[in-house]
């Protein structure tokens, strides 16, 4: 099937998509050095105060002192592991409750303005009642990055279970489907697609959870640090902070695409 | 007289909505006898869908009775192949929802659908074939549950023309092999004509048999059945009495 015997005007046509995608990364890049220098010259041209906005080798250095302190590791690990339970856990709870909603039409119905109510109440109101339920430990901050986390799990899937195909559901029953075997054998697969979207949009939450269950009660994580950073007046540090979050987060969404990848390989839809 | 696979007898039914309640069916009655083909045909929006939903029993009518010998086999507009399944998973897909998947059936269904050239696609995905192929897959898939009756739902609506015409010949063919007894359901009268050994004309709006013809062509091949001069005939009648 592969021909690679081409003509010059798709030759040329490969040739001009490649210089394009090479300016495309080279871009990319140049923009985020082009920024960092830009950032580190105006606080050594004194242009900005370096005392408010740092710079790249302030934070390079703060980096290296955590390092040297040996608290770098401590901090990130700290909420990593927060994020990444709550994560997980709001995953899981929430794509359980939302099967059982699809499953029950009468809960659905029944706990339908419950769910409304809940997605619109800003989370961070119920920072007081955690502190008191779950104390001033890790625990609270996972149980509010699943706060944060579930409701948009639940809408997000049951959404998509409620969209399957009439007509393939009209097909199983026709075969004599059990409600178990509709919901394995169609409902879940044909949900992939939202399940991927649902994770990357889950990724984010979980985050904004733990950060801000950090900014609540902390003795550690990169919320504590910018917190702390902040109270103390060290914006060295605060930056420090939010840029390792940066790479952390962006480190956990590529994760999820990855995930992605293969799961769609392994389905060609 | 042969066995009658399915019998409607005197069906009412009555659609609710918070709007109200519309009569869909009322003094409904026929049947389909083994081994037969018979064609409905009826108005747009009469309801021809919800007497194959009836006949399959994933309804049950208000009044009357729906009498059904053996299992039913449901064919749809679009050929509703999961994608995620290769063509084999595909048509094995009946046979795991009735927990029949023995290494025997499977081969079976695998004899089946290579009988019918799809051999070469078992391990393909939906989305690798062709239109047509896709609805002989779908066939095949409702053909390896091994039905007493083929309920047919516009089977062939969604296809463009010249597919279209192909399809039906392929689609004949198989079901007249396979000796299928196959209730079809659609709104073109020359499908109807070219396929069926009997039409059922419904009324509008609640429907009712309004009449019955036992169309007697010698062949039951659909485009040889086209060139036949009883063609045009049967059309215009059948053209007749549906618009009334």
Redesign the interface.
């Known amino acids: 099937m592969k021909n690679t015997n081409f003509s010059a005007e798709h030759l040329k046509w490969r040739k001009k998509r490649k210089i394009r995608l090479i300016v495309v990364q080279s871009l990319r890049v140049g923009l985020l050095l082009f920024f960092l220098l830009f950032w580190e010259l105006s606080t050594r041209l004194g242009w900005a105060d370096p005392f408010l906005v740092s710079s790249p080798s302030r934070i390079a250095a703060t980096i290296g002192s955590l390092y040297a302190e040996g608290t770098l590791f401590y901090h990130i690990g700290v909420t990593l592991l927060e994020t990444a339970i709550g994560f997980l856990a709001a995953v899981a709870l929430g794509y359980a409750i939302a099967l059982l909603l699809w499953w029950s039409d009468m809960l659905r119905r029944i706990l339908e303005p419950y769910i409304v109510v809940l997605n619109a109440l800003p989370k961070i109101a119920m920072g007081p009642l955690i502190i008191i339920w779950c104390g001033t430990g890790s625990k609270a901050i996972v149980f509010m990055t699943i706060l944060v986390g579930i409701i948009v799990v639940i809408m997000h899937m049951l959404s998509a279970f409620l969209e399957t195909?009439a007509?393939?559901l009209?097909?199983?029953?026709?075969?004599?489907?059990s409600k178990l075997?509709i919901l394995t054998?169609?409902v879940i697969?044909?949900s992939?697609a939202a399940f991927i979207s649902m994770l990357k949009v889950a990724v984010g939450m979980s985050w904004i959870g733990s950060i801000m269950g950090e900014y609540i009660v902390s003795r550690a994580g990169l919320g504590y640090l910018i917190v702390y950073g902040g109270q103390v007046f060290k914006l060295d540090l605060v930056m420090t902070a939010t840029v390792i979050l940066c790479a952390l987060a962006a480190g956990m969404y590529f994760l999820v695409v990855l995930l992605e990848k293969i799961l769609v390989k392994n389905?060609?839809? | 007289m042969k066995e009658k696979i399915l019998k409607f007898e005197n069906v009412k039914l009555i659609y609710h909505t918070v709007r109200g309640e519309t009569v869909a069916t009322e003094n409904l009655s026929f049947s389909v006898e083994e081994g037969e083909f018979v064609a409905m045909i009826g108005p747009s929006g009469c309801g021809k869908s919800t007497l194959l939903?009836l006949a399959?029993g994933?309804l049950a009518p208000s009044e009357g009775s729906v009498e059904r010998r053996g299992?039913?086999?449901?064919m749809?507009?679009?050929d509703?192949l999961?994608?995620?399944r290769t063509i084999e998973k595909n048509i094995q897909?009946?046979l795991?929802?009735?927990k029949k998947l023995t290494p025997e059936a499977k081969k079976e269904a695998r004899e089946l659908a290579e009988k019918y050239g799809l051999k070469d696609f078992l391990g393909s995905?939906p989305?690798e074939l062709s239109g047509g192929m896709r609805q002989r897959a779908a066939l095949i898939r409702t053909l390896a549950?091994r039905p007493d009756i083929l309920?047919l739902d516009e089977p062939f609506s969604a296809l463009d023309y010249q597919t279209r015409l192909n399809v039906t010949q392929d689609v004949a063919g198989i079901i007249r092999r396979e000796k299928k007894t196959a209730l079809l359901i659609t709104h073109d009268i020359s499908e109807a004509i070219s396929l069926a050994d009997r039409v059922i004309v419904l009324t509008d709006r609640p429907a009712r048999v309004a009449h019955t013809h036992t169309l007697d062509f010698e062949e039951t091949d659909p485009l040889k059945r086209r060139e036949n001069r009883q063609f045009s005939a049967w059309f215009e009648l059948l053209w007749k009495e549906l618009n009334v």
């Open positions: 195909d007509n393939k009209l097909l199983l029953r026709s075969m004599g489907a075997q054998k169609l697969p044909s992939r389905t060609k839809n | 939903s399959a994933l299992s039913v086999g449901y749809l507009q679009r509703e999961f994608p995620w897909l009946p795991e929802i009735e995905y989305s549950m309920l």
